[in-house]
C-alpha cells in the first residue's frame, strides 16, 4: 500500500539548479533508507545519492559536492537539491525506499514512477 512520488523534474540549462521531492504515503512504520536514482536511455539504472535515517548521505563520485540529499522523516519526504548541474544530469530520477511496515518487521524496497530531468548545454 506504500506510494513514493516525486516531483521538481523539468529542463534546466547547464550551470541551474533543481529540487526534487519525494513522498512517501501509505502503510509506513518507518522507513530504514531513501535514495536518489538516475537512469539515462539506453543506460542502467544508477544511485545518484541514498541516506539511512539520522545518518548523512552518500553520494555518487560524479555529484559529489553539487547534490545534497535530505530527508523529513516527521513527513515521509527526501529531497534532492541538485545544483550545478551538467548535461550528463540528463534522465528518469527515480526515488527508492526501504519501508517497514511494523516494528521489527522487515523492510520491502519500494520504487516511485520517476521524474524526468533534462540539462542542456
Known amino acids: 500500500q506504500v506510494q513514493l512520488v516525486e516531483s521538481g523534474g523539468g529542463s534546466v540549462q547547464a550551470g541551474g539548479s533543481l529540487r526534487l521531492s519525494c513522498a512517501a504515503s501509505?502503510?509506513?512504520?518507518?522507513?530504514?533508507?531513501m535514495g536518489w536514482y538516475r537512469q539515462a536511455p539506453g543506460a542502467q539504472r544508477e544511485l545518484v545519492a541514498g541516506?539511512?535515517?539520522?545518518?548523512?548521505?552518500n553520494y555518487a563520485d560524479s555529484v559529489k559536492g553539487r547534490f545534497t540529499i535530505s530527508r523529513d522523516d516527521a513527513n515521509n519526504m527526501v529531497y534532492l537539491q541538485m545544483t550545478s548541474l551538467k548535461p550528463e544530469g540528463t534522465g528518469v530520477y527515480y526515488c527508492s525506499a526501504y519501508v517497514r511496515h511494523g516494528a521489527g518487521r522487515p523492510s520491502r524496497r519500494c520504487w516511485g514512477q520517476g521524474t524526468q530531468v533534462t540539462v542542456s548545454s
Open positions: 541516506i539511512i535515517g539520522g545518518g548523512s548521505g
Open positions: 501509505g502503510a509506513i512504520f518507518s522507513i530504514k533508507y
